[in-house]
């Protein structure tokens, strides 16, 4: 003690000084270490935060291109913001039951991690107002093989967009790719017999873009034509296409004939809804295929009173035909072109910015065996 007093002045006043500036530099670099810098994600989720409201769903600034890719980043950063509050067993709930009647209900088949495209969608084709009332859309997904952390993740999404069904395991596709299967396919198909009154379904994947508006308003033009009781059926038909065991389209469980019978391109097509309650009504008898477009094709086959409708207006094939102005579903599409498309549309009311044919098409001749049935032909769309 007698040291200590006996130090300067200036050491008696040093000391308590370094004492102090430690002690505030750690709670300094504990504030900073705690708040990390704003990043590039942290400001796109503030910059959605500031701007999106949490249940709403704007059209896009379709001006400002750059804008609209930021759109489904920020909504799916905010998403994960809360993901604590995301209880999979609360949202990942498939009881549905809506009491509203629809013209048209749209499934989308998808796969647990394709968030990014699910969000293009959301903000682009299905953004549309005018006929809003007249369908309900649904992204349909398998829960086999789900893994906590996907499951987190897509309960963090249906709790702000409500928009998911989830299958059981048994109705899951057999093959996680584009393709969806038979079992997945009447999985969706007895969803929305059971949870939504409709008159038509739009079966189509989530790397397809339709122009919904087209769709609604033909789809009344039939109705308006008291047609609607008639089993019915409207894509663009494949035929002739050789069947077997490996490859691509390879059918493991295929022994009818040498080629496939003719079905709709998987990519997208409208189902009336009394054809879905037929196919239903034989479900447990029905042979199912790894190939969801194939397997109904091979269902509807043997019965001569369902209406097929080849339409060239739909390119939704496995190789897209190019882009067309008169296409009003197209197939293989990223989350960008669909934004880009439907910015066309909005702006110019034309889906191509530039029209091209990358293959040719063919108009059905259902009067031709199924190996000539599609000869592809320049000139049709």
Known sequence: ??????????????????????????????????????????????????????????????????????IPIARKLRASDNE??????????????????????????????????????????????????????RFVIGTKNLTPKDAQALACENKQYG?????????????????????KLLGSFRWAMDNVKFSYILKCTDSTFAVIDTIVKELEFREQKNNKTTDFLWGFFAGGVQAGKEGRLSEKNWFLCSHFLPFPQ??????????????????????????????????????NNIEKYHDVRFNTGYYSRGCQNVYIVSHMETGSSMQRKYSSLVQT????????????????????????CCVRTPNIP
């Open 1 to 70: 003690m007698e040291s200590l007093c006996s130090c300067s002045p200036f050491v008696r006043g040093f000391l308590p000084g370094i004492l102090i500036g430690l002690f505030s530099s750690v709670l300094l670099f504990n504030t900073i270490w705690k708040e990390p810098p704003l990043t590039t994600e942290r400001q796109i989720s503030w910059w959605s935060s500031s701007r999106l409201p949490l249940h709403h769903n704007p059209p896009m600034q379709l001006s400002d291109h750059r804008e609209a890719e930021l």
């Open 349 to 372: 009311g034309q889906v191509c910015q530039q029209e091209f044919m990358s293959r040719l098409s063919y108009v059905y001749n259902w009067t031709a065996p199924a190996n000539r």
């Open 163 to 183: 928009d998911l069904v989830m299958l059981p395991d048994d109705a899951d596709t057999v093959n996680p790719q584009e393709w969806s299967s038979t079992s």
């Open 84 to 137: 604590d509050d995301c209880n999979p067993s609360v949202y990942l709930r498939t009881q549905y039951l809506d009491q509203s009647s629809y013209l048209l209900v749209v499934l989308v088949h998808s796969t647990p991690r394709a968030s990014g495209t699910r969000g293009a969608i959301r903000a682009s084709w299905l953004t549309n107002r005018r006929s809003q009332t007249r369908y309900l859309a």
């Open 266 to 303: 998987g990519g997208g097509y409208v189902i009336s809804h009394s054809l879905v309650e037929l196919l239903l009504s034989l479900a447990e008898e029905l042979q199912h295929y790894e190939h969801d477009d194939i397997g109904l094709g091979a269902w509807i086959s043997p019965f």
